[in-house]
């Protein structure tokens, strides 16, 4: 067996597979391209997915690649085992069609025996049960023991439907020292004894989703072999930990907590959590990834702040990541340029993050501590979520942290509780960036913002102030609302009842959401913001996206409300004047002077004449000119609002003139299509048209055939006749409903004959209990009141119908039953009681509800028992 370095062993496996025709790419990033189904890479086979699937072909049919890849199912047990880590390298051979099992299963014995020269006989094969293919091939075209081939249930790889396959596992034997002692410790115990480091995957089968398996035209071949764990074999390592890929980033933890390693083991699990998280969140940071409180983003900060919290433990006050990072591009030197290249912006990102957790981790600690005493004191074991939110939300601790630091002391956190607080206050952030209110701005006169520059065209932009919650600040983290202005910005800014323009900020240390562009009083464009992930700082520059989705969509509702209003004045009159209007990329709203509805034929050849123009494909005319010459040229200008002397004319050619500093379309033609979907008053001599454009009235007209074509279908008729059909079931409906009434009518009279024929005397009160048959709560009080009225002197109806499951009574007491001491209510109340329910009511009339109709008879009999107890 030879020693080689991890470099040494990545290298020699990809050289191995190249010599046998496979081509050599590079690791992917750990950001998943094009896969939104994955948070990040966590095979070596993810990144070739669609090849696989055999939606893309393949640079080649054989590839080989040194993965890097970040997994945290099982955070928990790292730094606890000999394996576990939450960042690895896959070693991976991948065949797409073209060679199978034979050479799979020949090249990795070759590799392993041949070229990292492991000893044979203590190399083990696990093979599917049902896979005789690959047992032939590895009895016959390797020289394995026959007795070291062992037959597993568990070798099938799949997940749901879709391409699967047997697999074969390759473990080692590490000797007897490592193991458990068992007598039946063998492969697959969980001892350290065996190690798996190889699996090859034989994609033969295509499962349905019924659980058919079917077989593969072009068979494929997904292996992984595990770099860290082959380094520990090849290294004579008792764990991965001590190979020359992590053990430096030890040494250098060891030294700054003035710690010995392998003295304690508490200490150890530290120093090989924050090893291992060192490794992660370098390489995390290297692909892009930043701080967040979502996604890939709140991964990278739960390890990071784990990683912190470790080293407090360990007794590490200062900052101390950065120069972990150092270490690791020590130790990847020459394999991960980007690594090297990207260093010091790394080092910042983990710094500005390390320094953020730090100066609330003493305080976060200080609170869970008395809430675990406290616990104890009360002989408790679960943690109020509202607390564990409170350490998230106000502390920076990862809810997985707190969790850990609780198990340690045997306790739980109250995950249902946190998750609720955690949706109350995501509705809350939404609904507060919903609102697009105006931030509060505090004085900028002394900011020395210098010249501001508005240019549609740019992309790139300095940041030269922030400010949040009213006060001017230098930098903004992830979660965080604010207000702030670029030196120049190509977004719209609100305004003449414009939304203003949406989209996003990304800057090398962090990322934003444009949420809304307003102006200050000055008319400077600022921007309101919502950091998603990372910082923003004063000083940045920033990368500009514009949402020209949205903004397009907007267009093309501003200038459809210029034709809107001039089609409003040729076909109702002049005396229409604009009176307020709102303008966004999903609707139009137009308030104008009337004094009267607009009629259905007039908005009909209103929405027609605007449709009409659209088709007309005219580009829209911006030029800038004197006022009063603009008016001269009948430009339409708002009453009350300022102009300044040169104003800006948007016309369109030979229908519209208006005075407007918007955003508009280049050409009318963009508008696609001018839907009406409301006009209303909306006060006094104001009416308000609400209509839409291009995409909105595309799906709103194609909604409306959808239901048309459902009607149609439903009422098994055609278009032309559907009219006729509706017209004919109303006729229908209304002829069955008189004759429904008619037996209804019928059912109560014979339902109170029959109940009148078990009447009952008390004290000459006249007592009527029984069930009926009715379809709702009218009926059964209109049965009520018939049978009341039957009655000559006093007396009381106590009737049951069975609806929806469920019973429902109603009482009803005649005037001298009143005076006879007769309750309703009360009735009614220990009536309902019998059958699981409750209710209550006036002295002469009264309903309830119950739950248990099979009870029904018993509750008869407790209102007999309750009517003869009442009467006087």
Same mark, same amino acid.
């Given at each position: 067996?030879?020693?080689?370095?991890?470099?040494?062993?990545?290298?020699?496996?990809?050289?191995?597979?190249?010599?046998n025709?496979?081509?050599?790419?590079p690791?992917a990033?750990l950001?998943?391209?094009?896969?939104?189904?994955?948070?990040?890479?966590?095979?070596?086979?993810?990144?070739?997915?669609?090849?696989f699937?055999?939606k893309?072909?393949?640079?080649?049919?054989?590839?080989?690649?040194?993965?890097?890849?970040?997994?945290?199912?099982d955070?928990e047990?790292?730094?606890?085992?000999?394996?576990?880590?939450?960042?690895?390298?896959?070693?991976?051979?991948?065949?797409?069609?073209d060679?199978?099992?034979y050479?799979?299963?020949?090249?990795?014995?070759?590799?392993?025996?041949?070229?990292?020269?492991?000893?044979?006989?203590? /190399?083990?094969?696990?093979?599917?049960?049902?896979?005789?293919?690959?047992?032939?091939?590895?009895?016959?075209?390797?020289?394995?023991?026959?007795e070291?081939?062992?037959?597993?249930?568990?070798?099938?790889?799949?997940?749901?439907?879709?391409?699967?396959?047997?697999?074969?596992?390759?473990f080692?034997?590490l000797?007897?020292?490592?193991?458990?002692?068992?007598?039946?410790c063998?492969?697959?115990?969980?001892?350290?004894?065996?190690l798996?480091?190889?699996?090859?995957v034989?994609?033969?089968?295509?499962?349905?989703?019924?659980?058919?398996?079917?077989p593969?035209?072009?068979?494929?071949i997904?292996t992984?072999?595990?770099?860290?764990?082959?380094?520990?074999?090849?290294?004579?390592?008792?764990?991965?930990?001590?190979?020359?890929?992590?053990?430096?980033?030890?040494?250098?933890?060891?030294?700054?907590a003035?710690?010995?390693?392998?003295?304690?083991?508490?200490?150890?699990?530290s120093l090989?959590?924050?090893?291992?998280?060192a490794?992660?969140?370098?390489?995390?940071?290297m692909?892009?990834?930043?701080?967040?409180?979502?996604?890939?983003?709140?991964?990278l900060?739960?390890?990071?702040?784990?990683a912190?919290?470790?080293?407090?433990?360990?007794?590490?006050?200062?900052?101390?990541?950065?120069?972990?990072?150092?270490?690791?591009?020590?130790?990847?030197?020459?394999?991960?340029d980007?690594?090297?290249?990207?260093?010091?912006?790394?080092?910042?990102?983990?710094?500005?993050?390390?320094?953020?957790?730090?100066t609330?981790?003493?305080?976060?600690?200080?609170?869970?501590?008395?809430?675990?005493?406290?616990?104890?004191?009360?002989?408790?074991?679960v943690?109020?979520?509202?607390?564990?939110?409170?350490?998230?939300d106000?502390?920076?601790?990862?809810?997985?942290?707190?969790?850990?630091?609780?198990?340690?002391?045997?306790m739980?956190?109250?995950?249902?509780?946190?998750?609720?607080?955690?949706?109350?206050?995501?509705?809350?952030a939404?609904?507060?960036?919903?609102?697009?209110k105006?931030?509060?701005?505090?004085?900028?006169?002394?900011?020395?913002i210098?010249?501001?520059?508005?240019?549609?065209?740019?992309?790139?932009?300095k940041?030269?102030c922030?400010w949040?919650?009213?006060?001017?600040?230098?930098?903004l983290?992830?979660?965080?609302e604010?207000?702030?202005?670029?030196?120049?910005?190509?977004?719209?800014?609100?305004?003449?009842?414009?939304?203003?323009?949406?989209?996003?900020?990304k800057?090398?240390?962090?990322?934003?959401?444009?949420?809304?562009t307003?102006? /200050?009083?000055?008319?400077?464009?600022?921007?309101?913001?919502?950091?998603?992930?990372?910082?923003l700082?004063?000083?940045?520059?920033?990368?500009?996206?514009?949402?020209?989705?949205?903004?397009?969509?907007?267009?093309?509702?501003h200038t459809?409300t210029?034709?809107?209003?001039?089609?409003?004045?040729?076909?109702?009159?002049?005396?229409i004047?604009?009176?307020?209007?709102?303008?966004?990329?999903?609707?139009?709203?137009?308030?104008?002077?009337?004094?009267?509805?607009?009629s259905?034929?007039?908005?009909?050849?209103v929405?027609?004449?605007?449709n009409?123009e659209?088709?007309?494909?005219?580009?829209?005319?911006?030029s800038?000119?004197?006022?009063?010459?603009?008016?001269?040229?009948?430009?339409?200008?708002?009453?009350?609002e300022?102009?300044?002397?040169?104003?800006?004319?948007?016309?369109?050619?030979?229908?519209?003139?208006?005075?407007?500093?918007?955003?508009h379309?280049?050409?009318?033609?963009?508008?696609?299509?001018f839907?009406?979907?409301?006009?209303?008053?909306?006060?006094?001599?104001?009416?308000?048209?609400?209509?839409?454009?291009?995409?909105?009235?595309?799906?709103?007209?194609?909604?409306?055939?959808?239901? /048309?074509?459902?009607?149609?279908t439903?009422?098994?008729?055609?278009?032309?006749?559907?009219?006729?059909?509706?017209?004919?079931? /109303?006729?229908?409906?209304?002829?069955?409903?008189?004759?429904?009434?008619k037996?209804q009518a019928?059912?109560?009279?014979?339902?109170?004959?029959k109940?009148?024929?078990?009447?009952?005397?008390?004290?000459?009160?006249?007592?009527?209990?029984?069930?009926?048959?009715?379809?709702?709560m009218?009926e059964?009080?209109?049965?009520?009141d018939?049978?009341?009225?039957?009655f000559?002197?006093?007396?009381?109806?106590?009737l049951?119908a069975?609806?929806?499951?469920?019973?429902?009574?109603?009482?009803?007491?005649?005037?001298?039953?009143?005076?006879?001491?007769?309750?309703?209510g009360?009735?009614?109340?220990?009536?309902?009681m019998?059958?699981g329910?409750?209710?209550?009511?006036?002295?002469?009339?009264?309903?309830?509800?119950?739950?248990?109709?099979?009870?029904?008879?018993?509750?008869?009999?407790?209102?007999h028992e309750?009517?003869?107890?009442?009467?006087?």
């Open positions: 067996m030879k020693y080689m370095s991890g470099k040494e062993l990545r290298r020699r496996y990809l050289d191995f597979f190249v010599k025709g496979h081509l050599e790419l690791s990033s950001i998943p391209k094009d896969d939104p189904s994955l948070l990040m890479i966590g095979a070596g086979m993810a990144p070739f997915k669609a090849y699937t055999g893309m072909t393949p640079p080649c049919t054989r590839i080989t690649t040194s993965q890097r890849c970040v997994r945290t199912g955070i047990n790292v730094g606890r085992t000999a394996r576990h880590h939450t960042y690895f390298e896959m070693l991976g051979n991948f065949s797409f069609g060679y199978f099992k050479d799979a299963i020949k090249w990795a014995w070759e590799f392993l025996t041949g070229e990292l020269e492991l000893p044979k006989d203590k /190399l083990w094969a696990t093979i599917y049960p049902d896979d005789e293919e690959a047992y032939k091939i590895w009895t016959t075209e390797t020289d394995i023991n026959p070291h081939i062992v037959k597993l249930e568990d070798n099938f790889w799949e997940i749901g439907s879709g391409p699967c396959g047997p697999d074969s596992e390759i080692i034997d000797g007897e020292e490592r193991g458990c002692g068992s007598p039946t063998g492969v697959g115990c969980d001892c350290d004894r065996y798996e480091i190889w699996n090859l034989f994609t033969q089968f295509d499962r349905t989703e019924d659980g058919k398996y079917n593969l035209v072009h068979k494929n997904d992984g072999c595990g770099l860290e764990r082959l380094a520990s074999v090849l290294q004579n390592k008792p764990s991965n930990f001590e190979t020359d890929l992590m053990f430096p980033i030890i040494e250098y933890a060891s030294k700054v003035n710690k010995e390693y392998g003295k304690d083991k508490e200490t150890d699990i090989k959590v924050i090893a291992d998280h490794r992660s969140i370098s390489f995390m940071v692909d892009g990834i930043l701080p967040s409180n979502e996604g890939r983003g709140y991964v900060r739960r390890l990071l702040r784990r912190v919290r470790h080293a407090r433990m360990l007794g590490i006050e200062d900052k101390f990541l950065a120069g972990a990072v150092d270490v690791v591009d020590e130790i990847y030197s020459g394999v991960y980007e690594l090297t290249n990207r260093k010091d912006y790394i080092k910042k990102v983990i710094s500005l993050e390390e320094d953020r957790f730090a609330t981790l003493t305080q976060g600690m200080d609170l869970l501590n008395a809430e675990v005493e406290k616990l104890k004191a009360e002989n408790k074991t943690l109020d979520g509202e607390v564990g939110f409170k350490l998230y106000t502390y920076g601790f990862p809810w997985e942290l707190t969790d850990e630091i609780l198990h340690e002391n045997h739980t956190l109250d995950k249902e509780a946190f998750d609720k607080a955690m949706d109350e206050q995501r509705t809350r939404r609904n507060a960036r919903g609102e697009n105006r931030m509060d701005i505090p004085d900028l006169r002394d900011s020395n210098g010249e501001l520059k508005v240019d549609e065209t740019a992309r790139q932009a940041i030269v922030i949040k919650d009213a006060k001017t600040t230098n930098s983290e992830d979660g965080d604010a207000g702030l202005i670029l030196d120049v910005t190509p977004f719209y800014a609100e305004g003449g009842g414009q939304e203003g323009d949406i989209g996003s900020l800057t090398d240390m962090g990322n934003a959401q444009v949420i809304d307003k102006k /200050l009083p000055d008319g400077s464009v600022y921007n309101i913001v919502h950091v998603t992930e990372g910082s700082h004063v000083g940045d520059t920033v990368e500009i996206t514009v949402d020209m989705e949205n903004k397009l969509a907007s267009a093309r509702n459809a210029h034709l809107l209003q001039a089609a409003l004045k040729r076909v109702v009159g002049d005396h004047n604009q009176a307020g209007s709102a303008v966004n990329a999903h609707h139009l709203r137009f308030d104008f002077s009337s004094f009267e509805p607009i259905a034929e007039q908005l009909q050849q929405e027609e004449m605007v009409a659209i088709l007309t494909g005219k580009d829209v005319e911006i800038h000119m004197n006022q009063e010459d603009a008016k001269k040229a009948g430009a339409m200008a708002l009453f009350g300022k102009y300044g002397d040169i104003v800006r004319v948007v016309t369109v050619p030979g229908f519209s003139m208006e005075l407007c500093g918007g955003s379309v280049k050409n009318i033609g963009q508008i696609g299509m839907k009406i979907i409301g006009e209303s008053g909306v006060a006094a001599g104001v009416r308000r048209i609400e209509a839409i454009t291009g995409k909105a009235a595309i799906d709103y007209m194609n909604a409306k055939a959808k239901l /048309l074509q459902t009607a149609i439903t009422l098994k008729t055609n278009e032309s006749n559907l009219c006729d059909k509706i017209a004919n079931l /109303l006729q229908e409906n209304k002829e069955m409903k008189a004759e429904i009434a037996v019928e059912r109560a009279k014979a339902d109170s004959n109940l009148l024929m078990a009447l009952k005397e008390y004290n000459g009160v006249n007592v009527i209990v029984g069930k009926i048959q009715a379809a709702n009218d059964l009080r209109n049965n009520a018939l049978l009341c009225n039957k000559d002197k006093a007396g009381v109806v106590v049951g069975i609806l929806n499951d469920k019973v429902n009574f109603v009482v009803k007491v005649t005037k001298d039953g009143v005076a006879r001491g007769l309750h309703a009360k009735i009614v109340k220990e009536v309902a019998v059958t329910g409750n209710g209550g009511g006036r002295p002469d009339m009264a309903q309830a509800g119950g739950k248990q109709p099979e009870k029904l008879n018993d509750a008869f009999a407790k209102g309750v009517i003869q107890s009442q009467i006087k």
